[in-house]
T-cell receptor, first 114, second 115 residues
Framework: KQEVTQIPAALSVPEGENLVLNCSFTDSAIYNLQWFRQDPGKGLTSLLLIQSSQREQTSGRLNASLDKSSGRSTLYIAASQPGDSATYLC?????????????FGEGTQLTVNP | DAGITQSPRHKVTETGTPVTLRCHQTENHRYMYWYRQDPGHGLRLIHY???????DKGEVSDGYSVSRSKTEDFLLTLESATSSQTSVYFC??????????????FGEGSRLTVL
């Protein structure tokens, strides 16, 4: 059974700091990995998707990496801003043979202080 | 915007009553999902659908049923609601067709309280 762990559970940083969020998974047979952002009381917003054949993806100040063999992904946020405060979730996808279902970590709650 | 609408967005009901949550999509996606989100458990899959009348169970399907009679609507039913089903329910769709990136997009959620 796939298990996804996110460390730390919560993180508080001053504005402008670069930071890394970690995600680990137990079964390396994944199709892709997706990072989401969730604001309080809201739905999930997709940030980045990395296919199993890729090593990293970038979008603006965000960079996600994937090391499938070691079962790890990181989300790097450059020059953090108060607007980045949210919960960040990673999820792994086992592919169409499993219905493209996602298994989620419990998230990292990020607070960026002005 | 993946064109996903969930209804109702908020509902309070009593133990033992039936409840149906609706997920509507406008972009003809084949795959649709129902997740629940609870503190300490994260998001867990309840049921999913891979086409009209084609559904399968997720990891927490007990006490829930689903139906998909047309592509755009995926219904989640609690036949007899219990307090343990108090949760936030999210619908998701998988973008693109077979062989696509497999990116999932989520609705805004439906908050259900069972008293």
């Amino acid at each position: 059974k796939q298990e996804v762990t996110q460390i730390p559970a919560a993180l508080s940083v001053p504005e402008g700091e670069n930071l890394v969020l970690n995600c680990s998974f137990t079964d390396s047979a994944i199709y892709n990995l997706q990072w989401f952002r969730q604001d309080p009381g809201k739905g999930l917003t997709s940030l980045l998707l990395i296919q199993s054949s890729q090593r990293e993806q970038t979008s603006g100040r965000l960079n996600a990496s994937l090391d499938k063999s070691s079962g790890r992904s990181t989300l790097y946020i450059a020059a953090s801003q108060p607007g980045d405060s949210a919960t960040y979730l990673c999820a792994v996808n086992r592919g169409e043979t499993s219905g493209s279902r996602l298994t989620f970590g419990e998230g990292t709650q990020l607070t960026v202080n002005p | 915007d993946a064109g996903i609408t969930q209804s109702p967005r908020h509902k309070v009901t009593e133990t033992g009553t039936p409840v149906t949550l609706r997920c509507h999509q406008t972009e003809n996606h084949r795959y649709m999902y129902w997740y629940r989100q609870d503190p300490g458990h994260g998001l867990r899959l309840i049921h999913y659908s891979y086409g009209v009348k084609d559904t399968d169970k997720g990891e927490v399907s007990d006490g829930y049923s689903v139906s998909r009679s047309k592509t755009e609507d995926f219904l989640l039913t609690l036949e007899s609601a219990t307090s343990s089903q108090t949760s936030v329910y999210f619908c998701a769709i998988r973008g693109g067709n077979t062989g696509s990136t497999g990116e999932l997009f989520f609705g805004e959620g439906s908050r259900l309280t069972v008293l």
